[in-house]
């Protein structure tokens, strides 16, 4: 069965530090990922995702991911992490032509000055 | 561009009584539409999908409903509400990526 892992529940940066935050996942096929990030009392809003082709994705607000297939890894990354960024982020993975997505349990980031 | 809305943003209801939300979707055409759960400190549990007006597709069993009456209309719903039903509500569409609505905050007391 497919799975997604953040193995990180929490995380605490200091403002202006880099930041990754680590997802795994276990899947039969290449799939498609994503980065969310939410917001108390909020929806989940995409970040970046990773269909194919090039392997370093570029998503909003600074952020970065790296799809790396030996390691079933889609880490997400951002070199110097501002106070709006504390929320919580989750990773999901999808395939071709499935209309389910499976998340992860979620990273809660909290960004201390 | 595609917006998603959901109403009511926050809702208190007793135990026992009858639950509607609405999720509708603006700017595309026949999405895929999805209700997920989010208990407190839970990630996201998917409760319904559908790919289509009238297909309706069951995660988890519940006393919860779906229906889409029209294309870019999804409304999730409870005859009786149990306390267990209370969390976060997040409607979606996708193509093949997710995107999300605002959600509802459901309280049952």
């Known amino acids: 069965a497919q799975s997604v892992t953040q193995p990180d529940i929490h995380i605490t940066v200091s403002e202006g530090a880099s930041l990754e935050l680590r997802c795994n996942y276990s899947?039969?096929?290449?799939?498609?990922l994503f980065w969310y990030v939410q917001s108390p009392g909020q929806g989940l809003q995409l970040l970046l995702k990773?269909?194919?082709?090039?392997?370093l994705v570029q998503g909003i607000k600074g952020f970065e991911a790296e799809f790396k297939r030996s390691q079933s890894s889609f880490n997400l990354r951002k070199p110097s992490v501002h106070w709006s960024d504390a929320a919580e982020y989750f990773c999901?993975?999808?395939?071709?032509?499935?209309?389910?997505?499976?998340f992860g349990t979620g990273t809660k980031l909290q960004v201390i000055p | 561009s595609q917006t998603i809305h959901q109403w009511p943003a926050t809702l208190v209801q007793p135990v026992g009584s009858p639950l509607s939300l609405e999720c509708t979707v603006e700017?595309?055409?026949?999405?895929?539409l999805y209700w997920y759960r989010q208990a407190a400190g839970r990630g996201l549990q998917l409760l319904f999908y559908?790919?289509?007006?009238?297909?309706i597709s069951s995660e988890v069993p519940q006393n919860l409903s779906a229906s889409r009456p029209q294309d870019r209309q999804f409304i999730l719903s409870s005859k009786k509400l149990l306390l267990s039903d209370s969390g976060f509500y997040l409607c979606?569409?996708?193509?093949?990526?997710?995107?999300f609505g605002p959600g509802t905050r459901l309280l049952v007391l």
């Open positions: 700017g595309t055409s026949n999405p895929n």
């Open positions: 559908s790919v289509g007006i009238g297909q």
């Open positions: 979606a569409w996708s193509s093949e990526t997710q995107y």
């Open positions: 899947y039969g096929a290449t799939p498609y």
């Open positions: 990773y269909f194919s082709g090039d392997t």
């Open positions: 999901a993975v999808g395939l071709a032509g499935y209309q389910k997505v499976t």
